[in-house]
């Protein structure tokens, strides 16, 4: 989408919503006991991945100190999503670009709901 390709990305989106509906009900519904639909599954993906604080470099009298704070709700979202795709990228370079965008995708998705994965552990030393 930065390039101005939005209907490549939205048709990735929906493939990775299709996958994500047909996934999750057969194999998480046995182990989180869910029917939830794919909207829903992101949503709870995000809410795992979201920081509620970070550390902003301050300077006070000529020395710079890390101060923390708390993350807006608005600036939660960002940074999630922002994570998710970085992780959605370097997948898919770790890969060779073998594999397709919304298997990266659904795996970042899938590795999020479950706490799992590097965008997991981004979230725990968010700066």
């Known amino acids: 989408m930065k390039q101005g390709k939005k209907t490549r990305v939205r048709a990735i989106f929906i493939e990775t919503?299709?996958?994500l509906a047909a996934i999750f009900h057969e194999t998480l519904h046995r182990l989180a006991h869910t029917d939830r639909?794919?909207?829903?599954?992101?949503?709870?993906?995000?809410?795992?991945?979201?920081p509620v604080c970070e550390v902003a470099k301050v300077r006070i009298a000529g020395n710079i100190y890390d101060v923390p704070g708390v993350v807006d709700r608005d600036r939660q979202q960002t940074l999630a999503v922002?994570?998710?795709?970085d992780g959605v990228i370097k997948s898919k370079k770790k890969s060779n670009n073998s594999s397709r965008l919304e298997e990266c995708l659904f795996a970042q998705i899938t590795d999020?709901?479950?706490?799992?994965?590097?965008?997991?552990?981004k979230k725990g030393g968010a700066s």
């Open 82 to 85: 922002s994570w998710i795709l």
């Open 17 to 19: 919503l299709h996958r």
């Open 112 to 121: 999020a709901y479950r706490k799992q994965g590097d965008v997991r552990k």
């Open 37 to 50: 639909d794919g909207i829903e599954l992101i949503s709870d993906a995000l809410e795992n991945v979201k």
